[in-house]
């Protein structure tokens, strides 16, 4: 079972996200099985933040003096997190930020869609993957799509 802890420090959220906790609810019940961790509590938080909060993690962790539109902090390597799923049945992946004002440029329409790309972009982060590499970024494209084909 997956739970996720989601925190606001934005109130322009809630207008587009009403009822967070239903939302993330449903869409992990529709996640690939692999995921879905049926005999383990994981967990990881996912902060709705805005442009002046997000600029400054960016720039006290990454080093990068701008606001952008998500920030994953895994908790663990992809290595780790594979030993610690073996022997442990809670595991805590990490933290998730996304950025309201980076979000609200898309179309009412297609908000809820670019924001589940966002956070499963994120959550895949979370997962170990990363994209500094091209084979790495590919391998991390096909678990995303994965996931997104599961939510829709």
């Not at 600029?55 to 080093?63: D, E």
């Not at 390597?77 to 990490?94: D, H």
């Not at 179309?107 to 500094?132: A, R």
Request: overall charge positive.
């Amino acid at each position: 079972m997956i739970n996720i802890d989601v925190f606001s420090e934005e109130k322009a959220w809630s207008k587009k996200l009403k009822k967070k906790e239903l939302f993330f609810k449903k869409i992990c019940k529709s996640f690939p099985k692999k995921y879905k961790f049926f005999k383990k509590k994981v967990s990881f938080t996912l902060l709705l933040s805005n442009n002046k909060s997000i600029k400054k993690l960016n720039k006290s962790f990454r080093n990068k003096n701008k606001s952008t539109d998500i920030l994953s902090f895994p908790h663990q390597t992809k290595k780790e997190l594979k030993k610690l799923s073996i022997l442990n049945s809670k595991i805590y992946l990490g933290d998730i930020i996304i950025n309201f004002r980076k979000m609200n440029k898309s179309s009412e329409l297609l908000f809820k869609s670019h924001f589940n790309v966002l956070w499963i972009h994120g959550l895949v982060h979370l997962f170990g993957y990363d994209h500094k590499k091209d084979n790495n970024y590919k391998k991390m494209q096909i678990v995303e799509k994965k996931f997104l084909r599961k939510i829709r």
